[in-house]
């Protein structure tokens, strides 16, 4: 039974079908990228996946039907996303970004907050997660005083505090120069060693092919070949849809052997 | 995109279904036939007032809370141009005023220096035209003003900080005109004869309402034209859509939006005189709170297309004088001798939240170069030290003070309680409310209820009153939950101004002309009510021990929200403040944050309307009405509204608190200035330092800190755990 399993799931904005019936699964402990050109869908995918744009179709995630449940409780369950435009909360320190998405609160949580706020809470996820991502010196900053570069690790760094089975991450290497993503590419490594799952969105072809295990290819909202880096990079399709060739657009969908 | 077209469909249904109901009426009664009718010159001013409501958005996308006083007021330049020939100036700051009062505190009272004129003009009564003409040209001068001192400096700043200054632009306008003329309605010649026309069929309108209707349509196909035809409509909408787009069609956005602004007061201006004409009266109120109505309807029209803006100001207008005529009958439901109030105010409330429900997310928006910040919400710090020293003089000044001075500290104390609830609404969940005073009544009448007529003892009483304020808090939430920002502050102002016709002035509930009594409090038989006579102190009212309850009640509830700040609620609350598609993404229950707010906010709020009513021993429309709720919120601002020492500090100058006591007290300044001084602090505080002044000086504070730390050696490198033990 896969981690995580969508079937025919569909999301279309007025006429257009931005996600056209797409079956995509993520087996526990592995790392999958979905790779395609710009405006393939990949991200309206994650938006689908973790609850932010209606979709139709079914999404199976962790033994459990969530296609109707909001983005919040998807959330909880352990289904973790980044944002490609870094949507990190201003008003809180890097900390508190992070703090936020370990903390769950409840009714009587919040009742004890009115007269003891400042009780102890495992903050071990925090910990982890800022060390994991060499985070530690900024921990007090506000996110307006970082680099990009910073901005998206403590996205990534947040998604990791929430203690998630799955991380969805949207394009967390663009931007980067190509050291910087191979060390990137590295860490991505680890976290899978430490039990995380990863689906990895992105452009940068280098990276997907080196630390992936398992690679959909996306081109019009529909998926066009998926299989291991090598033989993604053989697929004949691939190499047309990066290359922007007509004749390749118009072959019926098919997935590779 | 999608949002417009589903608009229109709304809008369309709404109209046939209108139609169709008129039809039926006109079919069956002659005399619902000339009740609706009757609603036509209210429609006529209601689509006037929004028809400058969406021009100023078009042009710069403000939604103008002020557009209804900006009428009031120059309906009242041309009045006292025909009357007096004079325009009347707002009171200006004058520095003389420091050294006259200084001079009197020495003794020397016989010594006048000059002040600023309030009039200026020949005090010959002038004609129609030329009291017409200056007052247009006056109406020129506020657009120009409007637009180059508030709304040009804001355009960069988040929907907050734009409503909150149209908020004090309305208070403002208001204050001025108080200040000149007193509240107190003036009566006004009328332009036009009202001798009624009659149609066939034995319709009856009157004149003056036909024409003022024929005007407003005539307009909206003018305005329609201009915005469909011209290069200058064309670039107007294109920056609508983009500003950049505007640049490339070789206008600037600023040029377009101060024009669109001046079109607007022009328009707007013109229509106040004719309002006041039809009305025969003035006063600051009235008109300036047709723009709830006008809101609705501009809404309705999607704050674009001139012609469903005014149709549904017709609309909801007839459809008001409608309800009017049936509450003429024996079925309708009445309270003491009249219909039920508020049925007609009740009408754009719910339209507006039906719309704003159906449709789900906000306004058109406008493609700005950058969003601006919310005001920062800083972690409370030193709060022991803070809270004995406030806590200390506090009491000190109770205990020793003379009775004015308690009386002062009392109503500082209460305000804080309702800026206290601002601060976790708005400071906290950068959500606006425009109805807080008025959750603050709901508490107020609630307790009076349950005191006079059940004996509910007293801590039980006005723990349910504020519950009672806080299920209300929960149904204004529930909108909060689809719609944020502007179009919130549309629906809590719509509710502000239906639950104060509904209850606050529904005579089963307000106890008439003395307002409904609040017995004073009383536990284990000992009295602390402020007219319960004691022997401590001078002896004189109000009692010091009311003022010592008030201030424990400000002590546990200004911790109460330093703690929600400085846990997990709190960062949740500023998550969703931040960013509300992050916050879901980390797994916070947005909805069930923002509810949690609301509710929280407005139990805070319904404590003060309690204490409120306590301390005037009875509770009125006038003191929790729609005006209120709108000046607790530009104190609470002008203090600071994202902490609790910004909060202290606005009660600390709300209207009969201690900063203007303490005016009044040594620099014979009015009481009446605080309302001015309240709308123009917002004003200046909403565009150059939206911390407040609590924020001015926290930052004050820190720059002091950082240099003095600059000569020390570096200290420790910063603690690792950030909790709050």
């Known amino acids: 039974m896969p981690l995580l399993a969508t079937k025919d799931l569909r999301v279309t904005y007025g006429g257009l079908r931005a996600l056209d019936d797409v079956d995509i699964e993520v087996e526990q402990g592995r790392l999958v990228g979905l790779i395609g050109p710009n405006g393939a869908g990949k991200t309206t995918f994650i938006d689908a996946l973790t609850g932010f744009t209606p979709a139709t179709g079914g999404i199976r995630f962790a033994d459990r039907d969530i296609t109707k449940l909001p983005a919040h409780r998807r959330a909880r369950l352990g289904l973790q996303r980044t944002w490609q435009s870094l949507e990190l909360f201003d008003d809180l320190n890097v900390v508190e970004n992070l703090q936020v998405a370990a903390d769950r609160q409840s009714t009587g949580g919040f009742l004890l907050d009115l007269v003891r706020p400042g009780r102890p809470r495992d903050r071990s996820a925090v910990e982890q997660a800022l060390a994991t991502l060499g985070l530690e010196e900024l921990r007090t900053r506000m996110p307006g005083e970082l680099s990009q570069g910073q901005r998206k690790l403590v996205g990534v760094a947040r998604a990791l505090t929430a203690g998630p089975q799955l991380v969805c991450l949207d394009e967390p290497a663009a931007g980067l120069d190509p050291t910087e993503s191979q060390a990137f590419g590295a860490e991505l490594r680890k976290m899978v060693d430490r039990g995380v799952t990863i689906f990895l969105v992105d452009h940068d072809m280098s990276l997907v092919l080196t630390v992936c295990d398992y690679l959909y290819v996306m081109e019009f909202g529909q998926i066009i070949a998926q299989g291991t880096p090598a033989q993604i990079r053989a697929d004949a399709r691939v190499i047309a849809a990066y290359l922007g060739d007509q004749g390749a657009r118009n072959d019926p969908p098919e997935t590779s052997p | ?725």
């Open chain 2, 1 to 725: 995109m999608t949002s417009s077209v589903t608009v229109a469909r709304i809008g369309r249904i709404i109209a046939a279904v209108a139609g169709v109901a008129l039809l039926a009426v006109v079919l069956t009664d002659h005399d619902q036939v000339t009740a609706v009718f009757g609603g036509i010159g209210s429609g006529a001013l209601y689509a006037a007032i929004a028809l400058g409501v969406v021009l100023t958005y078009k042009g710069s996308g403000v939604v103008n809370f002020a557009n209804g006083a900006t009428a009031m007021y120059v309906a009242y330049i041309y009045d006292s141009l025909r009357t007096q020939g004079q325009i009347f100036l707002p009171p200006l700051p004058n520095p003389l005023a420091l050294v006259e009062g200084a001079l009197h505190a020495a003794g020397a009272t016989g010594i006048n220096l000059p002040d600023w004129p309030t009039q200026i003009g020949t005090g010959t009564p002038m004609n129609f035209w030329p009291a017409m003409l200056i007052s247009l040209a006056a109406s020129v001068v506020l657009g120009l003003l409007f637009h180059f001192l508030i709304f040009r400096p804001l355009r960069g700043a988040p929907p907050l900080a734009k409503v909150v200054a149209s908020v004090g632009l309305f208070i403002l306008l208001q204050a001025i005109v108080t200040l000149r003329f007193t509240s107190q309605a003036l009566a006004i010649e009328p332009i036009m004869r009202k001798q009624p026309v009659t149609f066939p069929g034995d319709l009856v309108i009157p004149f003056d309402d036909l024409v003022l209707a024929i005007i407003v349509v005539v307009v909206t196909a003018v305005l329609w034209a201009v915005f469909r035809f011209t290069r200058f409509g064309l670039a107007t909408r294109a920056a609508a859509e983009n500003e950049k787009g505007a640049v490339l069609l070789g206008f600037s956005p600023d040029v377009l939006a101060g024009t669109n602004w001046v079109l607007s007061t022009v328009l707007t201006g013109a229509f106040g005189i004719l309002a006041a004409s039809i009305n025969s009266f003035i006063d600051p109120f009235t008109v300036s709170l047709l723009i709830v109505a006008a809101l609705a309807a501009a809404l309705l029209g999607n704050f674009s297309s001139f012609w469903l803006t005014t149709g549904a100001a017709f609309g909801i207008a007839m459809t008001q004088s409608w309800l009017g005529f049936l509450g003429t009958k024996d079925w309708f439901p009445h309270a003491g001798s009249g219909p039920i109030p508020g049925v007609k105010e009740a009408l754009p409330f719910l339209l507006i939240v039906l719309v704003l429900f159906l449709r789900g997310d906000r306004l058109p928006t406008r493609g700005t170069i950058a969003v601006g910040r919310l005001p920062f919400s800083p972690r409370p710090a030193n709060v022991a030290v803070r809270a004995v020293i406030a806590g200390g003089l506090c009491l000190l000044g109770l205990l020793t003070l003379s009775s004015q001075w308690r009386t002062a500290i009392t109503i500082t104390l209460v305000g804080t309680i309702v800026c206290l609830s601002l601060v976790v609404l708005t400071g906290f969940l950068g959500q606006i409310s425009l109805a807080q005073m008025t959750l603050a009544g709901v508490s107020g009448f609630a307790l009076s209820k349950l005191v006079t007529d059940w004996n509910v003892p007293f801590p039980i009483g006005p723990l349910l009153g504020a519950t009672a304020a806080a299920v209300f808090g929960l149904l204004t939430a529930i909108p909060a939950l689809r719609v944020r920002g502007v179009n919130l502050a549309v629906v809590t102002l719509a509710f502000a101004v239906t639950i104060e016709t509904f209850v606050f002035k529904n005579p089963s509930w307000n106890g008439g002309l003395r307002g409904a009594a609040v017995p004073p409090p009383h536990l284990f038989g000992l009295k602390f009510g402020p007219n319960d006579v004691t022997s401590f102190g001078d002896g004189k009212l109000p009692n010091p021990f009311f003022g010592v309850f008030c201030l424990i009640v400000v002590m546990v509830l200004a911790l109460i929200v330093v703690n929600v700040r400085r846990s997990v609620t709190g960062r949740q609350m500023l998550a969703v403040r931040s960013n509300e598609r992050a916050a879901a993404a980390v797994g916070i229950n947005v909805a069930g944050t923002k509810m949690l707010a609301f509710g929280l906010a407005a139990f805070v709020a319904g404590l003060g309307g309690a204490l409120s009513g306590y301390n005037f021993g009875s509770v009125t429309a006038l003191t929790f009405g729609s005006i209120a709720s709108l000046t607790i919120l530009a104190f609470a601002y002008l203090g600071g509204i994202s902490s609790v020492t910004g909060a202290v500090l606005g009660g600390c100058i709300v209207t009969g608190g201690i900063v203007f006591t303490g005016l009044q007290e040594w620099f014979h300044v009015d009481q009446k200035y605080s309302l001015y001084v309240g709308g123009l602090g917002l004003i200046v505080t909403a565009i150059l330092n939206p911390e407040g002044i609590a924020g001015a000086f926290r930052k004050g504070v820190e720059r002091l800190t950082r240099t003095s730390a600059r000569r020390r050696v570096p200290g420790p490198p910063p603690v690792p755990a950030t909790e709050d033990a």
